[in-house]
């Protein structure tokens, strides 16, 4: 039980960490390159780049997620109250609530999105296109705000309040 464990828990670093990484290259690289192009190369870079990583953030962040959820029942099953009576039990809880809606978030937004994408590209709408990206100049961004956070309290809510040095 100890190496799944482990081996459930590398899982879950790791595809918060990819997850975390991507919306980090969206923010700093992706959508900052897109915005350089001329319009009208917009909607075919736009069609061929972001519903690949839209997909790949989904799917990150679900695996994060549900291997998440996993790891705290096996951690907290004859402890669960320590989840809303601590301090870092509720920091824990409320960043794996942010996660869980950010992830809902990934499987609701980004197919509209991509569905933009695609109508974007397949017309030629420059204008449709200045609007996606708008969006991904928004969205992105407070999704790294929330991700960041959920980080910090996943951290601290795991590893207790001496992961904030004090």
């Known amino acids: 039980m100890a190496t799944a464990f482990i081996v459930l828990r590398w899982i879950h670093l790791i595809a918060a960490a990819a997850w975390y990484g991507e919306v980090v290259t969206i923010n700093f690289v992706l959508v900052p390159a897109v915005n350089r192009l001329p319009r009208e190369q917009a909607p075919k870079v736009l069609f ?17 997620v549900v291997s998440g959820i996993v790891l705290t029942t096996l951690k907290y099953r004859g402890t669960p109250e320590l ?72 951290t601290v ?4 309040l001496a992961a904030l040095g004090t």
């Open 48 to 64: 061929e780049i972001f519903p690949r990583i839209f997909k790949l953030a989904s799917w990150l962040s679900a695996t994060a």
């Open 83 to 154: 989840l809303w009576t601590t301090t870092a039990g509720i920091l824990f809880s409320v960043g794996a609530t942010l996660a869980l809606a950010l992830t809902f978030v990934h499987f609701v937004l980004e197919p509209r999105l991509d569905g933009m994408i695609c109508t974007a590209a397949n017309s030629q709408d420059i204008e449709l296109s200045e609007r996606v990206l708008w969006l991904l100049k928004l969205v992105p961004r407070v999704g790294l705000v929330v991700i960041t956070l959920i980080l910090w309290m996943m």
């Open 157 to 160: 809510g795991a590893h207790g």
